[in-house]
Protein backbone atom coordinates (compact mmCIF):
# COMPACT_ATOMS: atom_id res chain seq x y z
CA UNK A 1 0.00 0.00 0.00
CA UNK A 2 1.31 3.14 -1.36
CA UNK A 3 2.41 5.54 2.09
CA UNK A 4 -0.01 8.71 2.20
CA UNK A 5 1.35 11.69 1.66
CA UNK A 6 2.11 13.71 4.58
CA UNK A 7 0.47 17.57 4.41
CA UNK A 8 0.60 20.62 6.27
CA UNK A 9 -3.18 22.53 6.27
CA UNK A 10 -2.07 26.30 5.40
CA UNK A 11 -5.63 28.18 6.33
CA UNK A 12 -7.66 25.98 8.70
CA UNK A 13 -11.22 28.46 8.15
CA UNK A 14 -14.05 27.24 6.60
CA UNK A 15 -12.20 25.45 3.19
CA UNK A 16 -9.42 24.56 4.84
CA UNK A 17 -11.65 22.30 7.12
CA UNK A 18 -13.30 20.75 3.63
CA UNK A 19 -9.85 20.32 2.09
CA UNK A 20 -8.72 18.37 5.39
CA UNK A 21 -12.13 16.06 5.03
CA UNK A 22 -11.89 15.24 1.44
CA UNK A 23 -7.97 14.51 2.37
CA UNK A 24 -8.93 12.29 5.22
CA UNK A 25 -11.84 10.36 2.69
CA UNK A 26 -9.09 9.94 0.20
CA UNK A 27 -6.84 7.41 2.67
CA UNK A 28 -3.80 9.09 0.50
CA UNK A 29 -3.18 12.06 2.61
CA UNK A 30 -2.51 12.23 5.69
CA UNK A 31 -2.94 16.46 7.89
CA UNK A 32 0.13 16.34 10.22
CA UNK A 33 0.70 20.01 10.56
CA UNK A 34 -1.46 23.61 10.38
CA UNK A 35 -0.66 27.14 10.34
CA UNK A 36 -2.95 29.90 10.50
CA UNK A 37 -2.80 33.53 10.82
CA UNK A 38 -5.78 33.32 13.85
CA UNK A 39 -4.02 31.12 16.37
CA UNK A 40 -7.16 29.64 18.19
CA UNK A 41 -8.37 28.80 15.46
CA UNK A 42 -5.17 26.58 14.09
CA UNK A 43 -5.13 25.50 18.03
CA UNK A 44 -8.96 24.16 16.92
CA UNK A 45 -8.18 22.66 13.83
CA UNK A 46 -5.19 20.89 15.41
CA UNK A 47 -7.67 19.55 18.11
CA UNK A 48 -10.21 18.40 15.81
CA UNK A 49 -7.51 16.70 13.68
CA UNK A 50 -4.90 15.50 15.82
CA UNK A 51 -2.10 17.15 13.73
CA UNK A 52 0.48 19.55 15.36
CA UNK A 53 0.46 23.61 14.85
CA UNK A 54 3.05 25.68 13.34
CA UNK A 55 3.54 28.99 14.87
CA UNK A 56 4.20 30.61 11.00
CA UNK A 57 4.73 29.40 7.31
CA UNK A 58 8.53 29.07 7.45
CA UNK A 59 8.30 26.82 10.29
CA UNK A 60 6.03 24.44 8.00
CA UNK A 61 7.93 24.94 5.11
CA UNK A 62 11.21 23.64 6.87
CA UNK A 63 9.64 20.57 8.82
CA UNK A 64 10.83 17.61 6.90
CA UNK A 65 8.22 15.63 7.78
CA UNK A 66 5.77 17.70 5.85
CA UNK A 67 5.97 16.59 2.26
CA UNK A 68 3.24 18.93 0.42
CA UNK A 69 1.04 22.11 1.63
CA UNK A 70 -2.87 22.88 1.39
CA UNK A 71 -4.01 26.05 0.87
CA UNK A 72 -6.97 27.82 1.45
CA UNK A 73 -5.44 31.06 1.81
CA UNK A 74 -6.45 34.54 0.84
CA UNK A 75 -5.73 35.05 -2.97
CA UNK A 76 -3.26 37.94 -2.33
CA UNK A 77 -1.04 35.68 -0.30
CA UNK A 78 -0.71 33.00 -2.87
CA UNK A 79 2.16 33.82 -5.25
CA UNK A 80 4.35 33.68 -2.03
CA UNK A 81 3.52 30.69 -0.80
CA UNK A 82 4.15 28.75 -3.47
CA UNK A 83 7.41 30.31 -4.41
CA UNK A 84 8.36 30.18 -0.80
CA UNK A 85 6.88 26.23 -0.72
CA UNK A 86 8.55 25.93 -4.33
CA UNK A 87 11.93 26.46 -2.66
CA UNK A 88 11.52 24.67 0.25
CA UNK A 89 10.75 21.53 -2.30
CA UNK A 90 6.86 21.33 -0.70
CA UNK A 91 4.34 19.98 -3.64
CA UNK A 92 1.03 22.52 -2.99
CA UNK A 93 -2.16 22.08 -3.77
CA UNK A 94 -3.94 25.50 -3.97
CA UNK A 95 -7.43 27.13 -3.73
CA UNK A 96 -8.63 28.40 -6.64
CA UNK A 97 -8.72 31.38 -8.06
CA UNK A 98 -4.60 30.51 -8.06
CA UNK A 99 -4.31 34.16 -8.05
CA UNK A 100 -5.87 37.98 -8.83
CA UNK A 101 -2.98 38.40 -11.88
CA UNK A 102 -1.60 37.25 -14.66
CA UNK A 103 2.10 38.00 -13.41
CA UNK A 104 1.47 36.39 -10.09
CA UNK A 105 0.35 33.83 -11.49
CA UNK A 106 3.37 33.60 -14.24
CA UNK A 107 5.68 34.05 -11.17
CA UNK A 108 4.37 30.99 -8.92
CA UNK A 109 4.25 28.44 -12.13
CA UNK A 110 7.97 29.27 -12.76
CA UNK A 111 8.79 28.78 -9.67
CA UNK A 112 6.98 25.26 -9.36
CA UNK A 113 8.75 24.49 -11.88
CA UNK A 114 12.18 25.70 -11.23
CA UNK A 115 11.64 23.52 -7.51
CA UNK A 116 10.07 20.59 -9.35
CA UNK A 117 6.80 20.35 -7.77
CA UNK A 118 3.47 19.33 -8.14
CA UNK A 119 0.94 22.27 -8.25
CA UNK A 120 -2.61 21.89 -8.36
CA UNK A 121 -4.98 24.12 -8.08
CA UNK A 122 -8.56 23.02 -6.92
CA UNK A 123 -11.20 24.25 -9.55
CA UNK A 124 -13.26 20.91 -8.46
CA UNK A 125 -16.17 21.99 -10.45
CA UNK A 126 -14.96 20.14 -13.56
CA UNK A 127 -14.72 17.02 -12.22
CA UNK A 128 -18.85 17.20 -11.10
CA UNK A 129 -20.83 14.57 -12.68
CA UNK A 130 -22.56 16.70 -15.23
CA UNK A 131 -19.40 18.58 -16.63
CA UNK A 132 -17.80 15.44 -17.31
CA UNK A 133 -20.80 14.09 -19.16
CA UNK A 134 -21.14 17.26 -21.44
CA UNK A 135 -17.60 17.03 -22.06
CA UNK A 136 -18.07 13.36 -23.23
CA UNK A 137 -20.99 14.86 -25.35
CA UNK A 138 -18.66 17.54 -26.93
CA UNK A 139 -15.90 14.42 -28.12
CA UNK A 140 -18.93 12.20 -29.06
CA UNK A 141 -20.72 15.08 -31.53
CA UNK A 142 -23.73 14.97 -29.48
CA UNK A 143 -23.46 18.85 -29.46
CA UNK A 144 -22.33 19.57 -32.46
CA UNK A 145 -20.52 23.04 -33.08
CA UNK A 146 -20.76 25.28 -29.67
CA UNK A 147 -22.36 28.09 -30.12
CA UNK A 148 -23.16 29.75 -26.69
CA UNK A 149 -22.61 28.79 -22.90
CA UNK A 150 -24.86 30.64 -20.54
CA UNK A 151 -23.97 30.28 -16.54
CA UNK A 152 -24.91 31.63 -13.39
CA UNK A 153 -23.69 30.90 -10.02
CA UNK A 154 -24.96 32.89 -7.32
CA UNK A 155 -25.49 32.16 -3.50
CA UNK A 156 -26.87 34.86 -0.71
CA UNK A 157 -23.62 34.28 1.26
CA UNK A 158 -22.92 37.98 1.42
CA UNK A 159 -25.36 38.88 3.81
CA UNK A 160 -23.97 36.38 6.72
CA UNK A 161 -20.06 37.09 6.14
CA UNK A 162 -18.34 38.80 8.79
CA UNK A 163 -17.05 41.95 7.98
CA UNK A 164 -13.55 41.22 8.10
CA UNK A 165 -13.83 37.91 5.94
CA UNK A 166 -11.55 38.08 2.29
CA UNK A 167 -14.72 37.30 0.22
CA UNK A 168 -16.30 40.58 1.43
CA UNK A 169 -12.82 43.01 1.04
CA UNK A 170 -12.93 44.52 -2.39
CA UNK A 171 -9.15 44.01 -3.16
CA UNK A 172 -9.25 40.63 -2.14
CA UNK A 173 -12.80 39.91 -4.70
CA UNK A 174 -12.84 42.04 -7.65
CA UNK A 175 -15.94 41.97 -9.28
CA UNK A 176 -17.95 40.75 -5.80
CA UNK A 177 -18.44 36.84 -6.22
CA UNK A 178 -16.93 36.06 -9.43
CA UNK A 179 -13.69 35.85 -7.78
CA UNK A 180 -14.13 33.20 -5.12
CA UNK A 181 -17.25 31.44 -6.70
CA UNK A 182 -18.51 32.17 -10.21
CA UNK A 183 -14.69 31.75 -11.14
CA UNK A 184 -15.66 28.10 -11.23
CA UNK A 185 -17.99 28.72 -13.96
CA UNK A 186 -14.98 30.46 -16.22
CA UNK A 187 -12.72 27.52 -15.50
CA UNK A 188 -15.84 25.29 -17.08
CA UNK A 189 -16.24 27.27 -20.01
CA UNK A 190 -12.74 26.78 -20.74
CA UNK A 191 -12.68 23.24 -20.15
CA UNK A 192 -15.93 22.58 -21.91
CA UNK A 193 -15.24 25.38 -24.98
CA UNK A 194 -11.69 26.43 -25.30
CA UNK A 195 -9.39 29.63 -24.41
CA UNK A 196 -11.57 32.84 -24.64
CA UNK A 197 -10.78 35.54 -26.49
CA UNK A 198 -12.40 38.73 -25.73
CA UNK A 199 -14.48 39.59 -22.48
CA UNK A 200 -16.50 42.90 -21.66
CA UNK A 201 -18.20 43.02 -17.96
CA UNK A 202 -20.97 45.17 -16.03
CA UNK A 203 -21.06 45.25 -12.14
CA UNK A 204 -23.38 46.70 -9.69
CA UNK A 205 -21.50 48.33 -7.45
CA UNK A 206 -22.13 47.68 -3.62
CA UNK A 207 -24.44 50.10 -2.03
CA UNK A 208 -24.94 48.75 2.01
CA UNK A 209 -22.25 45.94 0.98
CA UNK A 210 -18.52 46.28 0.49
CA UNK A 211 -18.21 44.54 -2.37
CA UNK A 212 -19.95 44.75 -5.97
CA UNK A 213 -23.27 43.08 -5.81
CA UNK A 214 -24.16 41.78 -8.92
CA UNK A 215 -21.83 41.00 -11.73
CA UNK A 216 -22.19 39.84 -15.68
CA UNK A 217 -19.89 38.87 -17.96
CA UNK A 218 -19.95 38.77 -22.12
CA UNK A 219 -17.47 36.32 -23.63
CA UNK A 220 -16.02 35.66 -27.05
CA UNK A 221 -14.36 32.40 -27.12
CA UNK A 222 -11.53 31.73 -29.71
CA UNK A 223 -13.72 29.18 -31.51
CA UNK A 224 -16.17 32.42 -32.31
CA UNK A 225 -18.59 31.21 -29.61
CA UNK A 226 -20.21 33.40 -27.77
CA UNK A 227 -20.77 33.19 -23.66
CA UNK A 228 -22.49 34.79 -20.97
CA UNK A 229 -22.19 34.52 -16.82
CA UNK A 230 -23.81 35.76 -14.04
CA UNK A 231 -22.83 36.07 -10.59
CA UNK A 232 -24.01 37.63 -7.15
CA UNK A 233 -23.33 36.92 -3.24
CA UNK A 234 -26.95 38.82 -2.68
CA UNK A 235 -29.40 36.74 -4.52
CA UNK A 236 -31.03 32.99 -3.87
CA UNK A 237 -29.19 30.48 -4.42
CA UNK A 238 -28.31 29.42 -8.34
CA UNK A 239 -26.08 27.35 -9.73
CA UNK A 240 -26.34 26.22 -13.17
CA UNK A 241 -24.48 26.18 -16.59
CA UNK A 242 -26.15 25.60 -20.17
CA UNK A 243 -24.27 24.33 -23.60
CA UNK A 244 -25.83 25.02 -26.82
CA UNK A 245 -24.79 23.92 -29.82
CA UNK A 246 -25.68 22.86 -33.63
CA UNK A 247 -26.93 19.49 -32.63
CA UNK A 248 -28.02 19.18 -29.15
CA UNK A 249 -27.93 21.53 -26.02
CA UNK A 250 -27.29 20.08 -22.41
CA UNK A 251 -28.17 21.85 -19.08
CA UNK A 252 -27.31 21.30 -15.49
CA UNK A 253 -29.61 21.28 -12.65
CA UNK A 254 -29.25 21.63 -8.86
CA UNK A 255 -25.33 22.38 -9.28
CA UNK A 256 -24.36 19.58 -11.47
CA UNK A 257 -26.72 16.93 -9.65
CA UNK A 258 -29.02 16.27 -12.92
CA UNK A 259 -27.97 17.12 -16.74
CA UNK A 260 -30.72 17.18 -19.22
CA UNK A 261 -30.34 17.10 -22.77
CA UNK A 262 -32.40 18.60 -26.07
CA UNK A 263 -31.95 17.43 -29.62
CA UNK A 264 -32.17 19.95 -32.12
CA UNK A 265 -35.64 19.55 -33.55
CA UNK A 266 -37.37 18.74 -30.63
CA UNK A 267 -38.49 20.87 -27.28
CA UNK A 268 -38.33 18.42 -24.56
CA UNK A 269 -35.57 17.52 -22.24
CA UNK A 270 -34.22 14.37 -21.85
CA UNK A 271 -32.67 13.69 -18.04
CA UNK A 272 -29.85 11.47 -17.70
CA UNK A 273 -28.96 9.26 -15.00
CA UNK A 274 -25.56 10.22 -13.47
CA UNK A 275 -23.20 8.74 -11.27
CA UNK A 276 -22.34 10.92 -8.89
CA UNK A 277 -19.19 12.14 -7.74
CA UNK A 278 -17.61 13.93 -4.51
CA UNK A 279 -15.07 16.51 -6.69
CA UNK A 280 -12.63 17.57 -3.54
CA UNK A 281 -12.01 14.36 -2.91
CA UNK A 282 -11.52 13.24 -6.37
CA UNK A 283 -9.04 16.13 -6.97
CA UNK A 284 -7.26 15.27 -3.98
CA UNK A 285 -7.09 11.55 -5.12
CA UNK A 286 -5.46 13.00 -8.43
CA UNK A 287 -3.25 15.11 -6.10
CA UNK A 288 -1.52 12.88 -3.86
CA UNK A 289 -1.30 10.36 -7.09
CA UNK A 290 0.47 12.34 -8.92
CA UNK A 291 2.48 13.20 -6.15
CA UNK A 292 3.61 9.79 -5.37
CA UNK A 293 3.56 8.41 -8.87
CA UNK A 294 4.41 11.04 -11.76
CA UNK A 295 2.52 12.98 -13.95
CA UNK A 296 0.81 16.08 -13.78
CA UNK A 297 -2.63 17.37 -12.61
CA UNK A 298 -5.65 17.87 -14.86
CA UNK A 299 -5.38 21.58 -13.43
CA UNK A 300 -2.14 22.64 -12.46
CA UNK A 301 -0.45 26.13 -12.98
CA UNK A 302 -0.98 26.72 -16.59
CA UNK A 303 -4.95 25.82 -16.63
CA UNK A 304 -5.11 28.00 -13.32
CA UNK A 305 -2.97 30.52 -15.07
CA UNK A 306 -6.34 30.85 -17.90
CA UNK A 307 -8.71 31.02 -15.63
CA UNK A 308 -6.81 33.90 -13.68
CA UNK A 309 -6.55 35.54 -17.18
CA UNK A 310 -9.84 35.70 -17.97
CA UNK A 311 -10.64 37.41 -14.47
CA UNK A 312 -8.07 40.34 -15.05
CA UNK A 313 -9.59 41.00 -18.19
CA UNK A 314 -13.17 41.02 -16.80
CA UNK A 315 -11.81 43.55 -14.03
CA UNK A 316 -10.26 45.76 -16.80
CA UNK A 317 -13.27 45.33 -19.09
CA UNK A 318 -15.75 46.49 -15.87
CA UNK A 319 -13.52 49.29 -15.04
CA UNK A 320 -13.11 50.69 -18.56
CA UNK A 321 -16.24 49.50 -20.14
CA UNK A 322 -14.60 48.38 -23.23
CA UNK A 323 -14.17 44.85 -24.10
CA UNK A 324 -10.55 43.53 -22.72
CA UNK A 325 -8.76 40.87 -24.82
CA UNK A 326 -7.58 38.32 -22.57
CA UNK A 327 -3.90 38.20 -22.03
CA UNK A 328 -2.32 34.41 -23.45
CA UNK A 329 0.16 34.96 -20.03
CA UNK A 330 3.28 33.53 -21.76
Known sequence: MTEPVR??????????????????????IEIVSCYARTPEKCDEFSAALGCRTAPDLQSVLSDDDVEAVLVATSH???????????????????????????????????????????????????????HRAMHRMIAEGEIGDIQMLEANHSLPNGFTMADEAWRRNAEESPLGSITSLAIHQVDNFLYLAGPIARVAAVTRPGRAFTIDEATGLLLEFSSGAVGTLLTSFFTPWNIRLALHGTEGAAFTVDDGAVLEFQV????????????????????LEEFARVVRQSGRPEVGGEEALAVVAVLEAAVEAARSGCFIEVANGR
Request: aromatic share 4%; charged share 30%.
Open 76 to 130: SSHRQIVEEAASAGKHVFMEKPFTLTVDDARAAVDAAAKGRIVLQVGHQRRRLAA
Open 264 to 283: RGERERRIRALPQVDPVVDQ
Open 7 to 28: AASIGVGWWGKELARAAAATGQ
